[in-house]
């Protein structure tokens, strides 16, 4: 005798293997025509049904009766996977064509590590020629990520030291910088 959605339900949520031949036996059909609509594929279909069955066995004891029944809840499940599975390949695919030969790598090229690795040497040896003071101030705004304000609460000086530390410390890097040819400010 066949059992109703919500006995269904209950025997899936308990365990029963039984009930999920019934459940395949009774929506298998269903499943599949609403994945086979969405995909177009049906190989993919049948991975979609697959994947939405063991996502109800597995989440059996969600099932709610009196928010839905146990055929619109499995609909739901196939058709939310297949439309994933088909945004994932058209994301993909779209991927794909967007590929030129031309395109260049996101990574740096050897020139440009090359400049870099000059660039932040020079910027470490300007550091090193700042007085303390100075360089522990530009040190805590730009890689520690302080306020000025906060650089004063923290060495303990007045702001108005620490915002007079940072103005000749960047005037400093900027000359050291530009001299080096490596600014242009």
Do not use: C
Not at 112 to 124: H, M, S
Not at 139 to 144: E, I, K, M, T, V
């Amino acid at each position: 005798m066949a059992r109703s959605d919500p006995e269904l339900g209950a025997a899936l949520a308990a365990g029963d293997q039984s009930a999920l031949a019934e459940l395949y036996d009774r929506y298998g059909g269903l499943a599949y025509s609403v994945a086979l609509r969405v995909l177009g594929d049906p190989g993919r279909a049948e991975d979609v049904v697959q994947d939405a069955f063991l996502k109800v066995w597995r989440g059996a004891s969600g099932f709610d009766a009196t928010r839905g029944t146990l055929r619109s809840w499995l609909v739901a499940a196939v058709r939310n996977r297949a439309v994933d599975l088909l945004r994932g390949r058209s994301l993909h695919e779209r991927r794909e064509l967007a590929l030129r030969p031309e395109v260049e790598s996101a990574q740096a090229g050897p020139e440009d590590q090359a400049v870099g690795a000059q660039e932040r040497a020079a910027v470490t040896s300007a550091l090193a020629e700042l007085p303390e003071e100075q360089r522990h101030a530009v040190l805590l705004a730009y890689f520690g990520g302080f306020t000025q304000a906060e650089i004063a609460e923290l060495t303990r000086v007045p702001l108005s030291t620490v915002k007079g530390r940072m103005r000749l410390a960047l005037d400093k890097l900027a000359t050291y910088l530009r001299e080096r040819g490596l600014v242009d400010v």
